[in-house]
């Protein structure tokens, strides 16, 4: 029985997988998530949260785009849980995202990016 933290935390990724709706697009809401991006799953145990995503996340938009995204990811992730999340991409935990080969550490928070 999934407790009310993680499908959350579920909730929350895939609203944020979704994209912004019409209203929201129209108020300047906008997501730096390729929409083709499926959330393939997400395994939740009392100590950490893992949401598997397909490659379509690291696609396109560069440097700029990706950092971005993954900001977007974590942001979301740690208003929604308090459990460690890890990311993988296509079933890999993912250490380096995208073609720029921007390095994550895990589990995600404000410091995987680097900064």
């Given at each position: 029985?999934?407790?009310?933290?993680?499908?959350?935390?579920?909730?929350?990724?895939?609203?944020?997988?979704?994209?912004?709706?019409?209203?929201?697009?129209?108020?300047?809401?906008?997501?730096?998530?390729?929409?083709?991006?499926?959330?393939?799953?997400?395994?939740e145990t009392p100590t950490k949260v893992v949401i598997n995503l397909s490659s379509?996340?690291?696609?396109?938009?560069?440097?700029?785009?990706?950092?971005?995204?993954?900001?977007?990811l974590i942001k979301t992730v740690n208003k929604n849980t308090n459990l460690d999340?890890?990311?993988?991409?296509?079933?890999?935990?993912?250490?380096?995202?995208?073609?720029?080969?921007?390095?994550?550490?895990?589990?995600?928070?404000?410091?995987?990016?680097?900064?």
């Amino acid at each position: 029985e999934p407790s009310e933290t993680t499908s959350k935390v579920k909730f929350a990724v895939k609203n944020l997988l979704r994209g912004p709706n019409i209203s929201e697009q129209k108020s300047g809401i906008y997501s730096e998530i390729p929409h083709s991006t499926k959330l393939i799953s997400i395994e939740e145990t009392p100590t950490k949260v893992v949401i598997n995503l397909s490659s379509d996340f690291e696609q396109g938009g560069g440097t700029d785009g990706l950092y971005k995204r993954l900001y977007q990811l974590i942001k979301t992730v740690n208003k929604n849980t308090n459990l460690d999340v890890y990311l993988k991409i296509n079933g890999r935990i993912a250490e380096v995202i995208g073609g720029e080969g921007i390095m994550i550490t895990q589990p995600l928070n404000a410091k995987s990016l680097g900064e």
